[in-house]
């Protein structure tokens, strides 16, 4: 079994505004991959982006350049 760890998971309130997401973080190398919503958090879409905690900075500093909205981040073992 996998060892569990904090990761950050960012969630958004569309399902548009995820994949947009998901293409610039692939597009900018950012770490991490789009992931079904964990049932410990609720989201508008159900879609989320995970990545590791030393890149929340850079993951928020992406998104905000290009405006996109994200509707919650927050840290969970996974």
Known sequence: MRKKTKKLVTTFHTTTEALKA??????HHVEG?????????SAGCGLAWMSPLEKKEDLWELLKSENIVYEE???VML
């Open 33 to 41: 991959r789009m992931i079904p919503v964990p049932r410990e958090i």
């Open 22 to 27: 998901e293409a610039l973080c692939i597009a």
């Open 73 to 75: 981040s927050c840290e």
